[in-house]
């Protein structure tokens, strides 16, 4: 068996998942008449407290539809410098919506309010104007953001009449390591992006939510990025399972990330980024001088381990349903072995 540490995308679908796909009720979503997919949005908009949802086919889809959706040509959209919006979707807001992304920092107590409120455009004949402010949490950095700090900047959003979209592609992750209801962060803005396929273990699919209003304008957009899917209630049936079974699992993929960090600490010169352990991610710095990062790739593989390669000289190890602790266990005990025979 393969212990696959590159993402939480890796997940497979359960076997009751399979079940319900083979058994869902489908119709023609673009239509309206899936009712396994509106079963689902209705599910997601009660379980996160907004008026609408809508099933898309991915993460990226859904926030480049939240930009499409809020946004004019030649908006600003202020965004996190470390976020997936930026950081992870090939350039799409400057493809798809013609925005201009523009950065504010997020420290590790969160977004500088006071930073932040100098960064929104006034009226001047030279400024674009702000047309959406993004914030992430989870964020891509492992970290969560405190409600305080999200309630801070949705404040300061609404007080200039600036809408907010949540990427919280990992945000039942998020409300777990904070100890409060998804809802409460769902709610820090206006509009919310949520994934399936990660921890979650749905095999397709993300939803976006928001007001009435919004999703019926970003179901049109949906339409025109060629995101309006037929009989999806094949897909929605696993989103289903998602949402009322695998939420409460997220438990032990963030222990077991932290007994993760733990075990990496026994490696000589393996420096975990304690700070960022928050959820599932487990990021760590391990020198060249120990192992090179295509020795440790390539040795791993050969035992049956898949990692990803350093970002930014870091390596990010994932724990999700397919990861155990025996599982662990295997992987620090091939590390050291790795790491012995380098030098
Ligand atoms: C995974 C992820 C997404 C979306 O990814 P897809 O692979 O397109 O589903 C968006 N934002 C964050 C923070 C993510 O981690």
């Not at 405190?146 to 809408?163: E, F, G």
């Not at 897909?235 to 998602?242: F, T």
């Given at each position: 068996m393969?212990?696959?540490l590159r993402s939480?995308?890796?997940?497979?679908p359960?076997?009751?998942?399979?079940?319900?796909?083979a058994?869902a009720t489908?119709?023609?979503?673009?239509?309206g008449?899936?009712?396994t997919?509106?079963?689902?949005?209705?599910?997601a908009?009660e379980?996160?407290?907004?008026?609408?949802?809508?099933?898309v086919?991915?993460g990226?889809?859904?926030?480049?539809?939240?930009?499409?959706?809020?946004t004019?040509?030649?908006?600003?959209?202020l965004v996190?410098d470390d976020?997936?919006?930026?950081?992870?979707?090939?350039?799409?807001?400057?493809?798809l919506?013609?925005?201009?992304?523009?950065?504010f920092?997020?420290?590790?107590?969160?977004v500088?309010?006071e930073k932040?409120a100098?960064?929104?455009?006034?009226?001047?004949?030279?400024?674009?104007?702000?047309?959406?402010?993004c914030m992430?949490?989870?964020?891509?950095?492992?970290?969560t953001?405190?409600?305080?700090?999200?309630?801070?900047?949705?404040?300061?959003?609404?007080?200039?009449?600036?809408?907010i979209?949540?990427?919280?592609?990992?945000?039942f992750?998020?409300?777990?390591?904070?100890?409060?209801?998804a809802?409460?962060i769902?709610?820090q803005?206006?509009?919310?992006?949520?994934?399936?396929?990660?921890g979650?273990?749905?095999?397709?699919?993300?939803?976006?939510l928001?007001?009435?209003?919004?999703?019926?304008?970003?179901?049109k957009?949906?339409?025109?990025m060629?995101?309006?899917l037929?009989?999806a209630?094949i897909?929605?049936?696993?989103?289903?399972?998602?949402l009322?079974?695998?939420?409460?699992?997220?438990?032990?993929?963030h222990?077991?990330a932290r007994?993760l960090?733990t075990?990496?600490?026994?490696?000589?010169s393996?420096?975990?980024?304690r700070?960022?352990?928050?959820?599932n991610?487990?990021?760590?710095?391990?020198p060249e001088?120990?192992?090179t990062?295509?020795?440790?790739?390539?040795g791993?593989?050969?035992?049956?381990?898949?990692?990803?390669g350093t970002?930014?000289?870091?390596?990010?190890?994932?724990?999700n349903?397919?990861?155990?602790s025996?599982?662990?266990?295997?992987?620090i005990?091939?590390?050291?072995?790795?790491v012995?025979?380098?030098s």
């Open positions: 393969l212990i696959d939480d995308t890796v997940t497979q359960t076997q009751t998942m399979r079940t319900a796909m058994n489908v119709g023609d979503d673009v239509y008449d899936d009712p997919v509106n079963q689902l949005e209705r599910l908009a379980l996160l407290g907004k008026e609408a949802a809508l099933f086919p991915s990226t889809f859904g926030n480049q539809l939240a930009i499409m959706t809020h004019q040509r030649g908006n600003e959209v996190g976020c997936h919006i930026l950081m992870h979707e090939v350039g799409a807001a400057a493809v919506s013609g925005v201009q992304i523009r950065t920092p997020v420290l590790n107590d969160g500088d309010v932040l100098l960064m929104l455009r006034g009226e001047d004949i030279h400024f674009p104007d702000t047309g959406l402010i992430e949490n989870a964020q891509s950095s492992g970290k953001v405190s409600l305080a700090n999200m309630a801070a900047v949705y404040s300061l959003a609404q007080s200039q009449n600036i809408p979209h949540i990427d919280g592609a990992r945000i992750n998020a409300a777990l390591a904070l100890g409060v209801d809802k409460k769902a709610a803005g206006d509009s919310v992006n949520v994934c399936l396929s990660k979650l273990c749905a095999p397709v699919g993300s939803l976006l928001g007001t009435e209003k919004f999703i019926k304008k970003a179901r957009n949906r339409k025109l060629g995101g309006g037929r009989q209630g897909l929605a049936a696993a989103g289903i399972i998602s009322t079974e695998m939420i409460s699992r997220l438990e032990e993929d222990r077991n007994y960090a075990r990496l600490e026994e490696i000589d393996c420096s975990v980024l700070n960022r352990l928050d959820i991610m487990v990021f760590f710095t391990l001088s120990v192992i990062e295509s020795a440790l790739i390539e791993l593989l050969k035992k049956n381990i898949k990692i990803s970002e930014n000289g870091e390596y990010r190890f994932v724990t349903h397919g990861v155990n025996d599982d662990i266990d295997w992987v005990e091939s590390m050291k072995t790795l012995s025979h380098y």
